[in-house]
């Protein structure tokens, strides 16, 4: 087990490496190597040798080791290789330059709540932070779907959603954001000459009938190939109403039935 301690660097930084061996046997417990030397090599984004050193492993099957980076170190890629036993390992580090952000890219249209099956039309807008438009820029925009977890704060001992029915018969306890959205949508296109972009999406899926969200993710990227995002969530309904249920506690209360 190899890593660095950001994963992302600038040039001139300190680099922060640690990792961690193991070996492992059929039907043994993992226990630390009996060699107890492991070979490093680093090669920067032009395969370039800028480390190469023979680490001994603590008594735990630890290393650490530190690679300060020049001002002038090359972009790109970094890739780490650890060697032990004839065994090779490999993991990678980025080096880049940080930007300030230029420019604010602004998302309008698609209702917070709407109707199941209904075409949704999304407007951005790009403005440097000077005023003037980004125009004539790229624009990229994907739409996924993943079912809306519905709940009121004035019944927090209800649920609205028939779990049953859709195979899980288990309380759902994580957020929202835990479960893996579905793809419905997505498109490419260009700012005008105001900065202003548009475009409509709708889901084929006739068989939902439960609550959905929207996630509605643009990136706009300008002249000097800098990138701004910006991320929506809508939630689609097919009724009016819901029907709650209070379910018996995971731990009933004295008297309760």
Known sequence: FIQSDRGIYRPGEKVHFK??????????????PR???????????????????????SAFGGFAFDLKLGKEASL?????TATISGQVFRERFMVEEF?????EVDMKGAERHTRLGAKQRVKLQADYLFG??????EVSWT??????MLRFSKFPGYTF???AATGSYWWWWGDDDDRYPQFVSDGEGETDKKGAYGFAFRDSDSGLSGPQDYIIQATVTDE??????KRRVITAHKTDHYLGLHPQEFVQAVDMP
């Open 76 to 80: 790109g890629d970094y890739h780490v």
């Open 161 to 163: 959603a028939d779990h």
């Open 143 to 148: 739409v996924s779907r993943r079912e809306h």
């Open 35 to 57: 060699k107890r030397k492991i070979a490093i090599t680093v090669e920067d984004s032009r395969e370039s040798t800028v480390y190469r050193r023979t680490l001994k492993l």
């Open 224 to 229: 000097t190939d800098q990138s701004v995002s």
């Open 19 to 32: 990792g961690l061996a193991r070996e492992i046997a059929m039907g043994k417990n993992p226990r630390v």
């Open 132 to 137: 003037a438009p980004v125009k004539e820029a």
């Open 99 to 103: 930007r300030k952000v230029t420019y």
